[in-house]
């Protein structure tokens, strides 16, 4: 019996029952989902939003594809709470359209990939119990996009501890994993969810043979390096070289990083072993010695990141790569959004904020 309906006592209407080997209908899904790309804000906009106060922001985006969000929500919350709710809501809709309009192995794809924001809802809902968050402020921060609905994230977060949380989960892929959780030990178990999810994944994809798939796999190959080198500048920058305490902390898959042989280097050979990657060009001017934040090379990668989707999805257009390329760019746009938002409610300058910005 699947995990929601033991919870929940219905079938939650996000989780696909399409097999893998059924009729895809890839003209009209990707025709579709350009469409929806073409509503993004364009990058134009930022500088605009950068100018604005909170309830600017919320009136212009309003005006956008967040409408219906705001307009559900405005009664209930006000500034940037609703912000935080559209925005959340609208990615889930969106996502929740995606698997809806595609059938076949490209539905099976497409679920399979959304699966990251149910690791994203565990995460959160672990770190809420942990820190004492109240129920409210941990709904906040669940995005629906995955196969847990909505309802039963707020159930699980109204649960009084993680211990509640975790055997209500105890019918999921995850269980064995969260079992171990003592509450003293997150940072461990949040990085082996990531790797849970991305060894799914892997598995979802199977051997790449056809064209399809080998643009699939190669996106998120470039995903995880993109995650692992983030992490290993991270390492790097608080001294940490060794061996044993580096690799059980990067996800297997990526495209080209050699990890073992860059966790054991200090940082300026780090540095220089990284000219031999395609990511030498984008990241060379930011990883000085006296670098003391990580944050524009966070937003390069990024850029990057996003950049080479785009590209990958014009090899084969009417492929699953054009999909996969919009999930991507749908969630930098909310991450953006966030940004903006968490920036202007707590104080930071406008050029605090655009710094944090991955904008294309």
Do not use: C
Not at 111 to 122: E, G, M, Q, S, T
Not at 173 to 202: C, H, M, R, S, W
């Amino acid at each position: 019996m699947r995990l929601l309906e033991r919870l929940w006592g219905q079938k939650p209407s996000r989780k696909s029952d399409k097999k893998k080997n059924g009729t895809s209908n890839y003209p009209y899904a990707v025709t579709r989902v350009r469409a929806m790309k073409s509503k993004l804000l364009p990058k134009e906009s930022y500088p605009r939003l950068l100018n604005m106060g909170i309830d600017e922001i919320t009136r212009f985006i309003q005006e956008s594809e967040y409408k219906n969000d705001i307009d559900e929500l405005a009664m209930k919350y006000s500034g940037g709470d609703l912000a935080e709710h559209a925005l959340n809501r609208n990615l889930a809709l969106t996502y929740d359209k995606l698997v809806r309009i595609t059938s076949g192995e490209l539905n099976y794809l497409v679920v399979a990939y959304l699966k990251k924001y149910d690791i994203w809802n565990i995460k959160t809902l672990l770190r809420g119990k942990i820190y004492n968050a109240p129920v409210e402020e941990i709904v906040e921060s669940l995005i629906a996009a995955g196969e847990f609905t909505y309802t039963s994230m707020s159930e699980l977060a109204a649960k009084a501890t993680y211990k509640e949380i975790i055997e209500s989960l105890k019918y999921s892929e995850y269980y064995p994993l969260l079992q171990k959780f003592d509450g003293t030990n997150l940072a461990y178990i949040e990085n082996e969810l990531d790797k849970v999810y991305y060894t799914g994944l892997f598995e979802a994809i199977g051997k790449p043979r056809s064209k399809d798939r080998k643009l699939f796999v190669k996106i998120v190959r470039l995903e995880v390096d993109v995650k692992n080198l983030i992490n290993l500048f991270r390492l790097k920058k608080a001294g940490v070289v060794q061996l044993d305490e580096i690799m059980p902390l990067m996800i297997e898959g990526g495209l080209e990083l050699k990890l073992e042989k860059l966790a054991t280097l200090p940082y300026d050979e780090f540095v220089n072993e990284l000219q031999r990657t395609q990511y030498w060009d984008i990241i060379s001017s930011v990883t000085g010695s006296d670098m003391n934040s990580l944050t524009t090379l966070e937003s390069r990668l990024t850029r990057y990141y996003l950049e080479s989707s785009t590209i990958l999805s014009h090899v084969s257009p009417i492929s699953v790569a054009p999909i996969l390329d919009y999930i991507i760019h749908k969630h930098n746009e909310v991450v953006n959004l966030r940004i903006i938002f968490r920036g202007k409610e707590t104080g930071l300058s406008d050029e605090l904020i655009k710094d944090q910005l991955v904008v294309i």
